[in-house]
């Protein structure tokens, strides 16, 4: 079962970072990723890590704004976002995949969190 959390209402150039606790004893043997979907828009991806945290990877509108990060001690899984726009405005999801490497394709996660809303004003 995954948590997120972290979510809220902010100003373009603003920050938050969201959460997403994980229950389960294998949580360091998933890859994570971090989704988001805005009214009218389809999921799209935002960022993944691997299990070990080792390695990232981000879409492009975010790249060098978010940073996703993980805590295996604590189950749990991060997105610092910085410098926020309002085309950030979304509901956002964390998601586990049975995988140890990055993954991007939403098909492909096996659990997802009930996601948390991020608004972004102008």
């Known amino acids: 079962q995954l948590q997120a959390s972290g979510g809220g209402l902010v100003q373009a150039g603003g920050s938050l970072r969201l959460s997403c606790s994980a229950s389960?004893?294998?949580?360091?043997?998933?890859?994570m990723g971090w989704f988001r979907q805005a009214p009218g828009k389809e999921r799209e991806f935002v960022a993944s890590?691997?299990?070990?945290?080792?390695?990232?990877y981000y879409a492009d509108s975010v790249k060098g704004r978010f940073t996703i990060s993980r805590d295996n001690a604590k189950n749990t899984v991060y997105l610092q976002m910085n410098s926020l726009k309002p085309e950030d405005t979304a509901v956002y999801y964390c998601?586990?995949?049975?995988?140890?490497?990055?993954?991007?394709?939403?098909?492909?996660?096996?659990?997802w969190g009930q996601g948390t809303l991020v608004t972004v004003s102008s």
């Open positions: 998601a586990a995949v049975r995988r140890t490497v990055i993954t991007v394709a939403s098909a492909l996660y096996d659990y």
């Open positions: 389960g004893r294998t949580f360091s043997s998933y890859a």
């Open positions: 890590i691997s299990a070990s945290g080792g390695s990232t």
